[in-house]
């Protein structure tokens, strides 16, 4: 059964960078697109980004400009920085296991399992 | 971008009634990019329903999902307690998009 565990720091102020990283154990890590998600009262559920085992990433239109999404295939893990937060990136920020992808063909386009979330509040 | 929109905002129903909740697309999608999760309180959201009408692991047949092109459903068929809960869609599209939910309360 795959388990994903995140960590990263709770309490940041404007214009800092966001960090958080998510641990994959269990399963395969390569073929799948790993994700992070946010969720906040304003905007709901918010796609972030996602990256591959092979570094091939994709991010949101909206947070492009500010997302580095980064992967560890050494220790199944992958990372999350959001450069320049402000009050508006305060959130619950999610990982999760998202589209399976082979050759050119991809499959399972959902997310499953998710991390336990972590509470970013943005904050003077 | 694929706008999806969740209806109603809230259900008030009993244990034991029956379930329906709306999710509307803003253009036609494929059935296989549109997912159903539950989230509880303090909790991740889970997926129950993949490829609009397929139960993900673990989720009893009281859920099912159905609809095509712009219009989908998930239905739960008699209420337990623990469905209690906010229910959202999602779409993988050329980005991803998720419903704003559906919170499903005790009457």
């Known amino acids: 059964q795959m388990r994903l565990q995140q960590w990263g720091a709770g309490l940041l102020k404007p214009s800092e960078t966001l960090s958080l990283t998510c641990a994959v154990y269990?399963?395969?890590?390569?073929?799948?697109?790993w994700t992070w998600i946010r969720q906040s009262p304003e905007k709901g559920l918010e796609w972030i980004g996602e990256i591959n085992h092979s570094r091939t990433t994709n991010y949101s239109p909206s947070l492009k400009s500010r997302v580095t999404i980064s992967v560890d295939t050494s220790n199944n893990q992958f990372s999350l920085k959001l450069s320049s937060v402000t009050a508006a990136d305060t959130a619950v920020y999610y990982c999760a296991r998202g589209r399976y992808c082979g050759g050119t063909t991809c499959y399972w386009y959902w997310f499953d399992p998710w991390g336990q979330g972590t509470l970013v509040t943005v904050s003077s | 971008e694929i706008v999806l929109t969740q209806s109603p905002g809230t259900l008030s129903l009993s244990p034991g009634e029956r379930a329906t909740l709306s999710c509307r697309a803003s253009q036609s999608v494929s059935r296989g990019y549109l997912a159903w999760y539950q989230q509880k309180p303090g909790q991740a959201p889970r997926l129950l329903m993949y490829e609009a009408s397929s139960r993900a692991t673990g989720i009893p047949d009281r859920f099912s999902g159905s609809g095509s092109g712009t219009d989908f459903t998930l239905s739960i068929s008699r209420l337990e307690p623990e469905d209690f809960a906010i229910y959202y869609c999602?779409?993988?599209?050329?980005?991803?998009?998720f419903g704003q939910g559906t919170t499903l309360e005790i009457k």
């Open positions: 269990g399963g395969s890590f390569s073929g799948y697109y």
């Open positions: 999602q779409h993988f599209g050329s980005s991803v998009t």
